[in-house]
């Protein structure tokens, strides 16, 4: 008897081990539905979707309703989260006290379990005093904070003294930052600063230059080239940084990796990349920072794919990552599983805080002004406690592998129907290759991510562009397209909302517009082309 129990005991597990394929399942989601939501409309209603495209969103999917959605809502993974029931039975035990809450505390502590020991030790007792955990209501308020704070600082430096590039900067990469600097002087001074990464997202490139620095992506090459089989497409091209540092390293107040590289089709950073990032950022004496939104997903893709830590857990290689950084952003809306939330951080005794001494007691009074005390930054304290349950959950294996096994078995199904998209597929997302899709077409394919997202709305999904539209712009009276060039269309998969088989509906209705992808016409745009920010407010008609 017990032998028939040991025999299936080893089938079953030896089934669970089979290396996970996109059209197999040996293991069951590790979570059930405590809740669901049912829509208010009808995949049926095409009809109006086209009304409502046309005459209310303006062929702009921001602009569209999202309760007229029946399918997969793939405009963002940011702040659509279904949260578990253990973070709304936390969000019941909220302390809304105004100053010093309780989840304030708790979340201090979770941010030492969750990035390290060194992260999360100032303020405490006496919030306010040598504050490390800035809390804001979302990720760009917290970047936005940030650079205001920067751009101070270095003010107070003095004035910078305009002279041209060095001629010593690799000739490519100094046009690149020449032709940046002179679209965002415009009329004014020509920036000074020049704020690198592998690829800055749209919110953080918008308030470095608001600031007037220059916003500068250093994608790795096996990125630029494309190459597949890849797996850390997210990584940063060091020999450009490196002539950065070298040749122009006054002008670097700090460097940065997004984590995953959301930009760049939501590729992962590998753990050697951020390790040589820091020894050449410790080297020139440049603080080095995360845009870390989505560091447990980054982390799942060093265990699983980097030699060295398929034997390392999540939350150590979450440690390790976290190691090497000064500070960094964070908007939890995407690794910290809430609706809502974000953070600044900083490590004491780090380069940063030598080279600017008063930072931390100068975003606090202006977090004061913007957000609220410090100890609860714009969020309610029920908020906090959502965070502290949502980032206890992020770095469990179980649920990246779900996570990101379902973000992998769409990509493949995309694929399945000869769809070309971004390879290998991120952590986050899937992105279409809009440039390949028309590879071929006869007709002009200027903005076509824009045709190809109004015409997935009708079909009752939201896609989102993210390509020559919302990362070009218009100037002098001409296009400058994004530089290197990306022309995306991103479907952000929402954590824990969907099931395969709604993913699948959405893959078969871009199937239907790609075996007749030269009926698709261009679109005009009726408004906002020279605005900055364009793609979240303007208006198209098709061709
Ligand atoms: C890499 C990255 N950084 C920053 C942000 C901004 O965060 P938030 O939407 O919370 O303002 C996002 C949002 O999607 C992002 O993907």
Not at 56 to 85: H, V, W
Not at 174 to 189: H, N, P, T, V
Not at 412 to 421: C, D, M, N
């Amino acid at each position: 008897m017990s032998d028939v129990m040991d025999f299936f005991i080893e089938k079953f597990r030896k089934n669970l081990e089979l290396k996970p394929e996109p059209s197999r399942y040996s293991s069951p989601r590790p979570y059930r539905n405590a809740m669901v939501s049912f829509r208010g409309c009808s995949i049926y209603d095409l009809e109006e979707r086209k009304d409502i495209l046309v005459n209310e969103a303006g062929l702009n999917p921001f602009l569209f309703r999202a309760d007229k959605i029946p399918g997969c809502d793939l405009l963002s993974d940011s702040g659509t989260t279904t949260m578990t029931t253990e973070q709304w039975a936390a969000m019941l035990l909220g302390d809304e006290a105004y100053g010093s809450n309780e989840g304030y505390f708790m979340l201090k502590e979770q941010i030492k379990d969750t990035f390290g020991n060194s992260w999360g030790n100032g303020g405490g007792s006496a919030p306010g005093v040598n504050e490390d955990t800035f809390i804001f209501h979302q990720g760009r308020a917290a970047e936005n904070a940030f650079f205001s704070m920067l751009s101070r600082e270095l003010r107070k430096k003095g004035a910078v003294e305009h002279r041209p590039l060095s001629t010593e900067l690799m000739p490519e990469l100094k046009e690149r930052i020449q032709s940046r600097a002179d679209s965002i002087a415009g009329e004014g001074d020509a920036p000074y600063y020049i704020i690198p990464s592998n690829s800055h997202f749209d919110t953080t490139e918008g308030n470095v230059e608001d600031k007037g620095m220059v916003p500068l992506n250093l994608p790795c090459r096996e990125h630029l080239e494309n190459k597949e089989d890849f797996d850390f497409r997210g990584n940063m091209d060091l020999e450009e940084l490196e002539s950065l540092l070298v040749n122009e390293g006054g002008r670097v107040p700090l460097v940065y990796l997004t984590i995953t590289n959301n930009t760049g089709g939501g590729q992962p950073v590998s753990m050697r990349n951020i390790k040589l990032v820091r020894e050449l950022t410790a080297k020139h004496g440049v603080p080095f920072f995360f845009d870390a939104c989505r560091f447990a997903e980054n982390a799942w893709f060093i265990k699983n794919k980097e030699e060295g830590y398929s034997s390392v857990s999540i939350p150590d290689i979450v440690h390790e990552m976290f190691d090497n950084v000064d500070g960094f952003h964070i908007s939890f809306k995407k690794d910290g599983l809430v609706n809502i939330g974000g953070a600044i951080l900083f490590r004491s005794g780090t380069p940063f805080d030598k080279l600017y001494p008063d930072f931390r007691e100068e975003l606090t009074d202006y977090q004061i002004m913007v957000e609220g005390h410090p100890t609860y930054g714009g969020l309610a304290g029920r908020d906090l406690k959502g965070i502290v349950v949502g980032l206890r959950t992020v770095t469990r294996r179980d649920y990246l592998d779900a996570r990101i096994g379902q973000v992998n078995r769409f990509g493949a199904k995309l694929v399945e129907s000869g769809i070309p998209i971004v390879r290998p597929v991120g952590g986050h997302a899937v992105y279409i290759d809009v440039d390949k899709f028309f590879d071929g077409a006869s007709h002009d394919v200027e903005f076509m991510g824009i045709s190809l997202t109004a015409l997935m709305l009708i079909a009752g999904h939201r896609f989102c562009e993210l390509g020559t539209y919302a990362f070009g712009k218009f100037a002098g009276g001409q296009e400058i397209p994004p530089d290197p060039r990306v022309n995306n269309v991103r479907a952000a998969v929402p954590r824990l909302a969907y099931e395969d088989q709604d993913l699948f509906s959405a893959a078969e209705a871009m199937k239907i517009l790609y075996d007749d992808r030269d009926r698709i016409p261009g679109v005009d745009v009726k408004y906002g082309r020279e605005l900055k920010l364009r793609h979240f407010k303007s208006r198209f008609t098709f061709k």
